[in-house]
């Protein structure tokens, strides 16, 4: 029987929502201020429920996310610098926010954990056009994918959410870590092989 | 889904290239002929597409209801502070 033949096609990168909220936010547009500052603490959360830790830490994140935006917004002059500044800010607040928690215990709570109380899991956009075979081999990935999330050192799981998740460039994760483009390479690449791996039973 | 035959291919180190978008307009096509073809590539390139589309849509879910209602009152009360002042 002759090979399956098989088309994969390049997966772009989410584009930079960004840099348009600022230039309309800087003119004195609220409307545009108000999303820019939710959306702001929407990638506080993420990173922080993802790489850093908790969700205590994750609220600290989005309150210094929301201040220091809401500050630098006036004073910036590079629209698509914004993007990177958010992550090291969001980075950096989280980092001090864990600090601050040093008698916790450190752990990383799943970003679809389904807390008590008022903090619910969040809510998958919608699926339309699949299969429930399909689904259902999602929501195994998806576990799957979490768990090796975990196990990732935290550097390079940062590194995986913000250049897979975030989809920022290899110079912007640069920026957003404080480190070289060639380090945030080394790591991308030794996380892709671990979750490449930690996912083969499931792929 | 298939599962990449042991033989690896001199071209696998390609495939995130690939999938990223980063390869030239030229390589990127050769790639996707390659890939198309290519039993080991075809199938690793299945599974790293799967890995990479499940992190983008990890990366933009909706947040819990409560948080971003949280969200919106601290985005709500700073911008009523700003405008009182």
Redesign the interface.
Known sequence: MPAKKVTVAPVPAPPDVYADLIRQASTGDPAAMERLLTTAQDVAWRFSMSVCGGADDAEDAMQEALIKTYRYTSRIREPEAFRPWLHRTVKNACLMSRRRRVDQPKHLESIDAVRAGDDAAPIDPPDPGRNPEQITANTRLRGRLQQAMRALPPSQRAVVFLREMQGLSTREVAHAMGVSEANVKTRLSRARKALQAALEATL | ??RAPRTRCAKADDI?P????ELTPAR?RSM?AH???C?HC??V????????????????????????A???A??KT??AA?RAR
């Open positions: 889904m298939t995130w690939y999938l990223d978008g990127t996707a890939i198309a073809t039993a075809g199938a390139a299945e599974r790293l597409c799967g890995l990479l589309e499940e992190c983008r849509s990890a990366g933009c879910r909706t947040l819990p209801p409560a948080v971003r949280r969200a919106r601290r985005v700073l911008l700003r």
